[in-house]
């Protein structure tokens, strides 16, 4: 469990480091206190129940897929269809969302959730895709064994197309960065526009973690896992971990949001096109 817990940390640093891109590094911590101080907000006629479900089974959702990230040679739970699981609990992050929109009864809200919806659906297939991909070069669904066979080549290296597309799919699915529509401001906050208190900080903390997990993956499925020189495996990985996510945090700030009917074209036209053709070719040399 301690990679779960290093995780967790990481997810910590990531709001820390989108603090510091913004120029106040201490304003993630002061409005923690903030919301853990202030009193729920309730709106009429709410569904308590799935509003608590949606907001509290977004981190859980996270901790859960964290369970089959690899550092090194650990583990916190040896698996073969690791990345089955970590889409599945990508997919429970789907009904989080929309749970959060629809149980607070707020237009805003379950506006954005369903705008979560539609960009999970649009966003999923290349994702799944990306991830096809990296498991058919190393013939498993297990992170450790794809991470294994990049030895002397990282997948990144010669199937960039998929890392593209699974990073890019990866912003979609945490709604982080460009693809932020389901929290947008047009929409007061979307999905969380009613979230107050205790249930706005767990949210996000949910939704720091997914984007936290979804840079850990990206390690042993595109970048070699552990290997490296020198240092031993699981600080390589920590390393690897840390740079993507860096990277992630950082199109926060510098890449605009994307009016939502063109980045759902470019899925549709653009990124499951270009995942299929990267299979395909992958699927051709490795069989």
């Known amino acids: 469990m301690v990679e779960v817990v290093v995780l967790g940390v990481l997810a910590v640093a990531a709001a820390t480091l989108r603090g510091a891109l913004a120029g106040r590094p201490a304003a993630p911590f002061q409005e923690a206190v903030r919301l853990l101080t202030m009193q729920r907000r309730v ?3 709410s569904d308590r ?8 089974s977004l981190p859980v959702a996270a901790a859960l897929a964290a369970l089959v990230v690899p550092f090194g040679d650990r583990v916190a739970v040896g698996s073969g269809v690791g990345v089955v ?14 749970l959060a929109g629809w149980g607070v009864n707020s ?4 506006v954005g959730g369903y705008r979560f919806l539609a960009q999970g659906l649009a966003y999923e297939l290349p994702h799944m895709f990306a991830l096809i991909t990296a498991a058919l070069a190393a013939h498993s669904l297990d992170l450790r064994v794809i991470a294994a066979a990049q030895d002397g080549l990282w997948f990144a290296v010669w199937m960039p197309v998929a890392f593209a597309v699974y990073l890019v799919s990866a912003l979609a699915m945490t709604f982080w960065g460009p ?3 389901p929290v947008g401001g047009d929409l007061a906050g979307g999905a969380m526009a009613e979230l107050s208190g205790p249930d706005r900080l767990v949210f996000l903390a949910g939704r720091y973690g997914l984007l936290t997990v979804a840079a850990a993956v990206a390690v042993p499925l595109f970048l070699g896992g552990g290997a490296g020189p020198l240092l031993p495996g699981w600080l390589w990985s920590l390393v690897k971990t840390c740079a993507v996510l860096a990277l992630l945090v950082w199109t926060r700030g510098r890449v605009p949001t994307l009016r ?3 980045f759902m074209t470019a899925a549709w036209t653009v990124l499951i096109p270009a995942a299929l053709l990267q299979m395909l070719v992958v699927g051709i040399v490795v069989v």
């Open 43 to 45: 709106t009429a006629t």
């Open 49 to 56: 129940l799935l509003t608590r479900i949606g907001v509290i």
């Open 85 to 98: 699981w970590f889409n599945a609990m990508e997919v429970v992050a789907w009904g989080s969302v929309w």
């Open 107 to 110: 237009a805003y809200a379950l």
């Open 179 to 181: 693809f932020d529509h």
């Open 260 to 262: 939502m009917g063109r």
